[in-house]
């Protein structure tokens, strides 16, 4: 991939689509700045080149224009505090005070634009929006991974308005890709990939594509009920999608096929109530008690899914065991975080992506114990289905 290191940025005005769409508090601080640290090398190379940069990014899915809550005009202190210089704002992207301002920039300034989508247009990935963007920068840079799989204005169209020579990958994009590479293509073996989560309806493309390099999937989070009822088991009232039951076995068919062993929790921790203060107890899967739900893996499955991380060589985890948000629900993702934390000392290879999953990773401060977290979610899901995102081919066209 063609990063910002091919190119000098003496006197050049770099305009970079981050992902800087973080969670902020009811007070409008930003509540993780994973996505803001992860920037940071990519813009200081181009300063310290003695380029300008202005920044753009969505934060949010507004729908009604400009909201003060979707303003990124919050985030302006932490993006500062990370790069360790002032960073200025326009308070709207393509206004004509937001050109001056980044036409103004001198070597070593920074502009960071009020959110794109503000305008309908940058979701539509309309031309003239594109174009308009184009104007606050001489290069383009990409580095918004988490944002790849949209084809909207500022992370697919506006790279049309530059030279092969004139557009780039920051930092960000290139970790993650060569990490997914390194997964899917050049995997040593064995090869475990830990799929978690709400819905199987989410994951059905990504087990089917796993399916292809995996040795071993493991299956937890409450998408694991609906395969526990396709295969007979009583789930009382634990999540379950009734319209994939069908999905689910010919899943499990096709792993059977292919010879890929796909685990399945045997056991849960149930709960007559979606609540931490919950009755709780350890259930066998299959017989859930009438009126109970299942909200975490239980004890033997963690132990036994555990043996397989630790065996590992690979690991790709994306979605939590359980409601590890709630201390009686944790135990399943915790341990599952710990052992691939044990695998990654043991030489393993392991990739962390998925909003929830990386949450986890960073609850139990294992986050510089694993080989890489992401900071895509939707963007690598769809990276592995696809093999390829229209934010990436964009700029490799
Ligand atoms: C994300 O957090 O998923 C990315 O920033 C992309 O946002 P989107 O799903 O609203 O397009
Ligand atoms: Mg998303």
Redesign the pocket.
Same mark, same amino acid.
């Given at each position: 991939m063609k990063t910002v290191n091919s190119i000098n940025f003496a006197n050049k005005r770099a305009i970079i689509r981050v992902?800087f769409?973080v969670p902020l508090n009811d007070a409008f601080e930003v509540t993780d700045l994973t996505r803001i640290k992860a920037a940071i090398p990519t813009l200081k190379k181009i300063l310290k080149d003695g380029g300008s940069i202005v920044l753009m990014s969505?934060l949010?899915?507004p729908k009604e224009g400009p909201t003060n809550k979707y303003s990124l005009k919050h985030i302006v202190n932490a993006v500062s505090q990370q790069l360790g210089t002032e960073v200025l704002f326009a308070e709207d992207c393509i206004s004509e005070s937001a050109f001056s301002a980044s036409s103004n920039l001198k070597p070593g300034q920074v502009l960071l634009l009020e959110n794109l989508r503000f305008y309908k247009e940058e979701e539509k990935g309309d031309r003239d929006f594109a174009k308009k963007l184009s104007q606050h920068g001489n290069v383009y840079v990409n580095d918004?991974f @988490?944002?790849a799989?949209?084809s909207h204005a500022s992370t697919a169209v506006i790279a049309d308005f530059y030279t092969p020579d004139n557009r780039c990958f920051g930092f960000v994009m290139a970790g993650e890709v060569e990490s997914i590479n390194k997964v899917l293509n050049q995997a040593q073996k064995p090869f475990t990939a830990i799929i978690g989560g709400a819905k199987v309806s989410d994951k059905i493309l990504i087990i089917e594509q796993l399916m292809e390099k995996a040795n071993n999937i493991i299956i937890g989070g409450g998408m694991a009920f609906t395969f526990v009822k396709a295969l007979g088991g009583s789930i009382g009232k634990s999540l379950c999608e009734d319209d994939r039951l069908e999905t689910a076995k010919m899943l499990l068919d096709k792993a059977k096929q292919k010879g890929v062993n796909l685990y399945l929790p045997t056991d849960a921790v149930i709960a007559d109530n979606f609540s931490n203060d919950a009755n709780h107890k350890q259930s066998d899967i299959n017989k859930i008690d009438e009126g109970w739900m299942g909200l975490d893996i239980g004890k033997d499955s963690a132990n036994s899914f555990g043996n397989v991380i630790k065996n590992s060589k690979t690991i790709l985890w994306n979605g939590p065991m359980g409601v590890f948000e709630m201390s009686h629900f944790e135990h399943g993702t915790k341990q599952a975080a710990f052992d691939i934390a044990e695998a990654t000392k043991n030489g393993a290879f392991t990739l962390i992506g998925g909003?929830d999953s990386v949450a986890a990773i960073n609850k139990y401060n294992l986050a510089d114990q694993v080989s890489y977290v992401s900071t895509? @979610? @939707?963007?690598l899901l769809e990276y592995i289905e696809q093999g390829s995102l229209p934010g990436v081919r964009a700029v490799e066209a």
């Open positions: 992902d769409n969505h949010g899915r918004a @988490g944002t799989h949209r909003g895509g @979610g @939707g963007a």
